[in-house]
RNA sequence: GCGGAAGGCCGGAUGGCCGCGGCGCCGGCUUGCCGGUGUCGAGGAAAGUCCGGACUCCAAGAAGCAGCGGUGCCGGGUAACGCCCGGGCGGGGUAACCCGACGGAAAGCGCCACAGAAAACAGACCGCCAGGUGUCAGGUCGGGAAACCGAAACCGUCAUCUGGUCAGGGUGAAACGGUGGGGUAAGAGCCCACCGCGUGCCUGGCAACAGGCGCGGCAUGGCAAGCCCCACCGGGAGCAAUGCCAAAUAGGGAUCGCGUGUCCGGGUGACCGGACGGGGCCGCUUUUGCUCUCGCAGAUCCGGGUUGGCAGCUGUAGCUGUCCGGGCAACCGGGCAGUCAGAGGAAUGGUCAUCGAACCGGGGUUCGCUCCGGGGAACAGAAUCCGGCUUACAGGCCUUCCGCGCGU
């Protein structure tokens, strides 16, 4: 029943430009720890799993949509980073291509126990409601 | 069967859907992207970053000295090690087996709390013994039937002095070696036996060391995880090392040289090459090597500050499987087959289903177990690469050995 969900959007997501599949290699990543202090500075909103920090950036830079994932120590040691951060890369995968904003950074960011252990339905839906909290706060 | 010792192995499984990183192939075009497809893709500790290396840069080459750091029974293994194997010695355990910073305390300095008479070189003190002096009148002697009276310093009491003595002195981690006997006024290695210690020789062993015989009467208390001595080893920093390409900024600070080099050869010349002298480069000295020596913003160093890309980057002191030979073993030599992650805010996953160990509740039970329901997997994620050590770890499996009990 998870399954429809993934394969509609594509059809729908083609009329966007992007190539069609579901992936995050329609939306760039972040690796630079710049663009990741900015973001920090930018609008944001607190779920139970996780925080999103959202910047508009300039046109010219031409980069797209951008999505960057961060867990600090606080979240645990390697292992419990790791999961945090692939799960939040999975909802991202699922919610941002159809949801998401050109010329926008998002930054999710883990929280601790909390990111690994939620229902990943649960988590879905908060991304959802998150960008939309963030969208309506931009007009 | 119960209890224990040693070693090794595994450490959730299968499938569906959707994804990620590397490489190969095919196709497309806006020449570096997209799509398709195949294949590979975390651990026994990937961890701590504690040792040892490989590899880079610092001139990083050699010798000596000094300093600093490390290691510390012996032999072997190894590229190397503080690791591993075997052996010795000491300690623990009925045993299998385990543990050990295990060189030197007659080179020197230092320390030895508390307790104790005394803590290091030899004694002082208590005590014991002998003698002297004084004292008392218990034994003794005289008288007496007895009570009692008297005497003297022979034995004894007490005090004190002199000498002998270290056996004993609740302690303590440790006390002029221990036990027994002789001996003596009392005692003492004073003498003797055994043990310990030291020392000489012999035997076994490559050695650590062990055994034997003789000698010495004991001299050398402990601590070297205090300084130290001895032997051996070690230059420093690290892949954010380092090299290359492109772009851009600053051309900031410091040092060298201060206008003083000489000679030879080649060239029309700018200049090039060489020799000598001088300067600089490791803490110091010597040696080798490199570099500068006349130019102007030149060389070197430091610093600010970058940004992007590529290399280093994964195949070798390889590794894995298997077989043969040597060795008690660690390990070594060889044959065959395979080649096994390479990211860079960091891939190796997300989700669902089924099965599932521990554990929990209930029923049955021949106490071995079994049925039903719940429950859902420990520690933990490569970051240049190897060899080790240490630490964390739900649970399970296998092999060998020891002790006790039962049966034969």
Same mark, same amino acid.
């Given at each position: 029943?998870?399954?429809?969900?993934?394969?509609?959007?594509?059809?729908?997501?083609?009329?966007?430009?992007?190539?069609?599949?579901?992936?995050?290699? !329609? $939306?760039?990543?972040? +690796?630079?720890?710049?663009?990741?202090?900015?973001? #920090? @500075? *930018?609008?944001?909103?607190? =779920?139970?799993?996780?925080?999103?920090?959202?910047?508009?950036?300039?046109?010219?830079?031409?980069?797209?949509?951008?999505?960057?994932?961060?867990?600090?120590?606080?979240?645990?040691? !390697? $292992?419990?980073?790791? +999961?945090?951060?692939?799960?939040?890369?999975?909802? #991202? @995968? *699922?919610?941002?291509?159809? =949801?998401?904003?050109?010329?926008?950074?998002?930054?999710?960011?883990?929280?601790?126990?909390?990111?690994?252990?939620?229902?990943?339905?649960?988590?879905?839906?908060?991304?959802?409601? !998150?960008?939309?909290?963030?969208?309506?706060?931009?007009?």
């Amino acid at each position: 029943m998870k399954k429809p969900p993934m394969t509609n959007p594509t059809g729908n997501k083609t009329g966007g430009g992007m190539s069609g599949a579901a992936s995050l290699r !329609a $939306v760039t990543t972040l +690796r630079k720890r710049h663009d990741f202090l900015l973001a #920090a @500075r *930018a609008l944001h909103v607190s =779920k139970p799993g996780f925080v999103l920090q959202m910047r508009r950036h300039a046109a010219e830079n031409a980069s797209g949509m951008r999505v960057g994932f961060t867990c600090s120590k606080k979240v645990g040691n !390697a $292992v419990q980073r790791n +999961r945090a951060k692939r799960r939040l890369r999975e909802i #991202a @995968r *699922a919610v941002l291509p159809h =949801k998401g904003l050109a010329d926008t950074d998002y930054v999710l960011i883990g929280r601790r126990d909390k990111t690994a252990s939620l229902p990943f339905d649960r988590l879905k839906a908060d991304l959802e409601s !998150a960008i939309d909290n963030l969208h309506g706060r931009l007009k």
